[in-house]
């Protein structure tokens, strides 16, 4: 998220592998279970450190990011543009979840009605960030350097499909986002075996990072952390609560600040029983699980796509639900 540190709280070593993937999967010898433990672990202890920080006496405020503040919202600049050029593969979320996203998003502007929330359209998952915060003239390079292997890269997920389940607002403090974690054999959909899981999101990254290599490219990618996550809202004025949105006082309200926690953890409750995968469960709830590639494959893109913008320089071959079901 904008303006927050990216620091992994999985406990995963560092290696010496020039893929930085490959720490993790060999750490869990490439058993879904324990990769799966890994993203838990890094987003649960995220949310402890950041609810802490939030309800802090000497809490400051919301992080603003001061690019968004020009593009959106109460302090908007009509004249400003934004001058960070990037390239990315993102995988976009198909429709059934950017519905739960849709009815999260409701219920967060309850709370905060001055939130800024992203677009559906713009819902994106970053698997990997080849290059950020470029000028336009060097993303146009990147793209010609990497223009014989890019579809086969976003086409990739048609053969690997990695599925992600167990849906959760992670949160700080600049921004809120709809975070997965690799499945590993809970409720898989029809002919879909718990084996097929043995291919993670964490093994997509790495297959593209590798594939990026082999193209001559040096990957810029600002974090490898183990996270599965969509940006789904920022903070862009000092009050989200209602009110004059330039009241940074409205935020130091202790008051004010637990019950917008409270707020998070009643929606965290709710996915973990609507959404999660249980014992005996046979399919999860539509928006509960994800298989990278379902609708569409990932989305090559360059550009000023910070906030979900850009433009597509190809998309992969995407596979509909029912093929999910029976392949």
Excluded at 124 to 146: F, G, P, Q, R
Excluded at 182 to 195: D, F, N, Q, V, W
Excluded at 221 to 243: C, D, E, K
């Amino acid at each position: 998220m904008a303006n927050v540190g990216f620091e992994d709280l999985s406990g995963t070593a560092t290696t010496a592998s020039p893929n930085p993937y490959d720490a993790l999967i060999n750490a869990c010898h490439g058993d879904p279970k324990l990769i799966q433990g890994r993203y838990s672990a890094h987003r649960e202890t995220r949310n402890a450190q950041q609810r802490e920080k939030i309800l802090a006496d000497n809490f400051q405020g919301w992080i603003l990011d001061e690019y968004l503040v020009k593009l959106e919202g109460p302090r908007k600049d009509a004249t400003f543009s934004d001058p960070r050029h990037c390239l990315v593969f993102w995988g976009r979320p198909p429709q059934k979840v950017k519905n739960l996203i849709k009815v999260i998003q409701s219920k967060l502007l309850d709370a905060a009605p001055d939130l800024w929330v992203m677009p559906p359209d713009n819902l994106h998952m970053t698997v990997m960030e080849v290059a950020h915060s470029k000028t336009e003239s060097e993303i146009t390079a990147l793209v010609d350097m990497v223009k014989t292997h890019y579809k086969d890269i976003a086409d990739y997920t048609m053969s690997h499909r990695a599925r992600l389940v167990k849906p959760m607002l992670s949160y700080d403090t600049a921004a809120l986002a709809l975070s997965f974690v690799p499945a590993a054999g809970e409720s898989p959909p029809y002919h879909r075996t718990p084996k097929d899981d043995e291919y993670t999101y964490h093994h997509l990254r790495r297959d593209t990072h590798a594939a990026l290599t082999e193209a001559g490219i040096q990957v810029g990618s600002r974090y490898v952390v183990p996270s599965a996550h969509l940006t789904i809202a920022r903070f862009n004025s000092p009050n989200v609560f209602g009110g004059d949105p330039f009241d940074a006082s409205a935020t130091l309200e202790i008051k004010k600040r637990k019950h917008w926690i409270n707020e998070l953890e009643l929606i965290n409750k709710w996915l973990e029983v609507e959404y999660w995968p249980t014992e005996g469960q046979q399919l999860i709830k539509p928006g509960g699980e994800w298989v990278v590639g379902e609708e569409k494959g990932l989305d090559f893109r360059k550009g000023t796509l910070w906030y979900g913008g850009g433009e597509t320089v190809y998309i992969g071959e995407g596979f509909v639900h029912e093929e999910v079901v029976a392949n």
